[in-house]
């Protein structure tokens, strides 16, 4: 069983920047894929970025391209994703998600991934 806790997550202006982290238990995070979504106020949980096991593969959602950045650290095993330039529209709670299968490849359905944290949530004001 693996367990995931976000943490980061916060109030912040139009324009900052916020780092979410997710720390990993319960299983080997070196060979796991992982993924960040997100929930807005009455939408559905959309893709935000995703990384393969050894972090070489990273993609993103394209709302999000160029702003947000995906990294892990697999000695400590955290996810992290570093966002910048944050819109009003980003608001949502922010999950963490672990993906046990083919993980060398880029996945960006929520239905590929197995275990989930609790979300972490952030708040951007304009």
């Known amino acids: 069983q693996v367990q995931l806790v976000e943490s980061g997550g916060g109030l912040v202006q139009a324009g900052g920047s916020l780092r979410l982290s997710c720390a990993a238990s319960g299983g080997t995070f070196s060979s796991f894929a992982m993924g960040w979504f997100r929930q807005g106020p009455g939408k559905e949980r959309e893709f935000v970025a995703t990384?393969?096991?050894?972090?070489?593969?990273?993609s993103y959602a394209d709302a999000v391209k160029g702003r947000f950045t995906i990294s892990r650290d697999n000695a400590k095993n955290t996810l992290y994703l570093q966002m910048n330039s944050l819109k009003p529209e980003d608001t949502a709670k922010y999950y963490c998600?672990?993906?046990?299968?083919?993980?060398?490849?880029?996945?960006?359905?929520?239905?590929?991934?197995?275990?989930w944290g609790q979300g972490t949530q952030v708040t951007v004001s304009s």
């Open positions: 998600a672990v993906r046990r299968t083919d993980p060398y490849s880029i996945k960006i359905r929520s239905i590929a991934y197995d275990y």
């Open positions: 990384i393969t096991s050894g972090g070489n593969l990273r």
